[in-house]
């Protein structure tokens, strides 16, 4: 019998298996390179502290896990991790929310860009430290200042980012949802939106690095409580120890919230492209 020369394709049950275990091997992969990464700065950083002339200036990651124990033990630092968190939350809200606003008149009116365009330089340029002080003085030092502090110097960052994705908007897909006369709901929701996911997905990831940041400066120049005073008392102390057990507590803190809820989100909300 003549032998068939039609090509064979594979099984469907072949090409689910093989789907799931490349999927297997990328989430794998997506957790063991983070880990080696991690165990990587950690031999680093034994090796310099066992190179250090003196330990007290180089603690090894053990003696900063012991700080993070005691503090933690003495409700120390969750305390003032928490209050640090609130302040984060609540100025990340305000600059995301203003940002998100101006960065879409910006982007979509073009007297708008043109008039705002110097303000923008201008604060963008302004410093951070320069903001703060200022806040203190004129408003005083309570938490709305500290907290508008950190969001004035947030929101120009936002605007920039949210105006570059306003005006990469397909303007055929507008043209088409107002021709078909799609409620403005509808429209912000299936055309808008999914859109400008990628430039909010930046201008969140950026503005939470920077924000943290910010509020450790502006708990060490006028609050009482908070990881930037911890670390300022620490500082005055020289107990690096001290200092790097607060500070790698914080980060540990923000990593999770990137990798439990920034990249799902992404992710997410970047499903249509695939």
Known sequence: ??????????????????DAALARGTGLRRVLVPVLSLLLLLALWQAGAMLAANPRLMPPPAAVLRAI???????????????TLLRVAASFV?????????????????????????????FLNLPALVTIILCYIW???VETAAVAAVALNKIPNVVVTV?????????????????????????IEHVVLPQLYPYLAVAARSGLA??????????????????????????QMFDVAGILA??????????LIEWGILQPLERRVNRWRR
């Open 210 to 235: 920077l924000i943290w940041k910010i509020v450790l400066v502006v708990e060490l120049l006028g609050r009482s409580n908070g990881v930037g005073f911890q670390l300022g008392v620490f500082f």
């Open 139 to 141: 408003i005083g030092l």
């Open 163 to 187: 105006r570059e994705g306003a005006r990469a908007l397909d303007k055929g897909l507008l043209e088409m949802a107002e021709v078909f006369e799609v409620p403005w709901r509808r429209r």
């Open 94 to 122: 305000l600059a995301m929310g203003i940002g998100i606003v101006i960065g879409l008149v910006m982007g979509r009116v073009r007297l708008a860009d043109e008039l705002g365009q110097p303000w923008l330089v201008f």
């Open 246 to 255: 607060y500070a790698l507590s914080f980060i540990v803190v923000v990593q």
């Open 69 to 83: 124990a005691a503090e933690t033990a003495s409700g120390e630092l969750p305390w003032h991790l928490g209050i």
């Open 1 to 18: 019998m003549a032998r068939s020369l039609a090509p064979t394709e594979p099984a469907p049950s072949a090409t689910i298996t093989g």
